[in-house]
């Protein structure tokens, strides 16, 4: 779902089908988010940011009142300036089983015995 960075009730992102929208991402990989938003039948107008952006007003400002979803990493940044057409869509990362495996077998060579 995508949550009004004014306020309000949560949109499922099934709302946004059919319709254009910017897209904002400041992470390391801000394709992955907007092939996500398109999966789901949403048009994107994309706009990659440096992950870790410090955003300012202006860089949400893009000439349409087009719905803006961003990330819930970049929202946060922005909350103290979003409006009614500014959404945070949260993210989960899905790991595979082998980095945990992996991780489990660090772990263990790290306890004393």
């Known amino acids: 779902s995508a949550q009004p960075l004014a306020g309000g009730r949560a949109r499922p ?5 059919g319709q254009r929208v910017h897209a904002v991402a400041g992470i390391a990989h801000p394709q992955r988010f907007f092939d996500m938003l398109r999966a789901r039948g949403i048009g994107v107008v ?5 992950d870790h952006q410090a955003y300012q007003p202006q860089d ?3 000439g349409s ?24 869509v949260p993210l ?22």
């Open 46 to 50: 994309p706009h990659a940011f440096a």
């Open 65 to 88: 009142q087009l719905p803006v979803l961003m990330t819930e990493k970049d929202a946060v940044k922005c909350r103290a300036f979003g409006n009614d057409w500014h959404y945070a």
């Open 92 to 113: 989960r990362a899905e790991l595979p089983a082998a980095f945990w495996v992996a991780l489990t077998d660090r772990l263990d060579k790290l306890r004393p015995n």
């Open 60 to 62: 949400l400002s893009f």
């Open 13 to 17: 992102l099934a709302y946004f089908k």
